[in-house]
């Protein structure tokens, strides 16, 4: 990625990556050690790119990048365009987390369910029963939450989370 840029009045002339020698308008060529030479840098009007903030990818979909410079602090910031995703496409992203919790919830308690299909003499104790329940009442609820979300910062606050299985359900 670009580290560097030249800055002559006040414009951007060229970028540099930190991993390369840096050749100057000489052609002297210098090791890639100088861009920790901050006092050189200076001498050679090259200013370290300043990262600004990058839009959550979980929610937006990030485009290029522009860099800037602002002449009074003599900094150059790298800026990110995005476009926020569709609520589709994040209440698909949501629906899929909530069944691979779901999942992973109910897991350590299959034993019981394939076990009373395949054994009728064996039934399924009360407290893996009712917290199974639980966790397919709370599934039920997230779905609803997930499919009333209609911008971003209705996803942003969502938490999916489960019932931890309690000691006794084995």
């Known amino acids: 990625m670009i580290d560097f840029v030249k800055v002559i009045d006040g414009k951007i002339t060229t970028t540099y990556k930190s991993n390369k020698q840096y050749v100057d308008d000489n052609g002297v060529r210098f090791p890639v050690s100088i861009w920790q030479n901050e006092e050189y840098l200076k001498t050679q009007n090259l200013v370290r790119i300043q990262e600004g903030t990058i839009p959550n990818k979980m929610f937006y979909d990030i485009g290029s990048s522009t860099l800037s410079y602002d ?100």
Request: overall charge negative.
């Open 71 to 170: 002449a009074v602090a003599k900094t150059v910031t790298r800026s990110y365009t995005s476009n926020e995703k569709s609520n589709e496409t994040l209440k698909d992203y949501y629906k899929k987390q909530n069944i691979s919790l779901l999942q992973a919830s109910l897991d350590a308690t299959n034993y019981h369910i394939i076990r009373s299909q395949e054994d009728s003499s064996y039934s399924v104790p009360s407290a893996v029963s009712n917290w199974r329940a639980t966790i397919y009442k709370e599934f039920d609820g997230f779905v609803k939450t997930i499919d009333a979300c209609s911008k971003i910062s209705d996803f942003q606050t969502l938490n999916i989370t489960f019932t931890e299985q309690p000691s006794d359900v084995q």
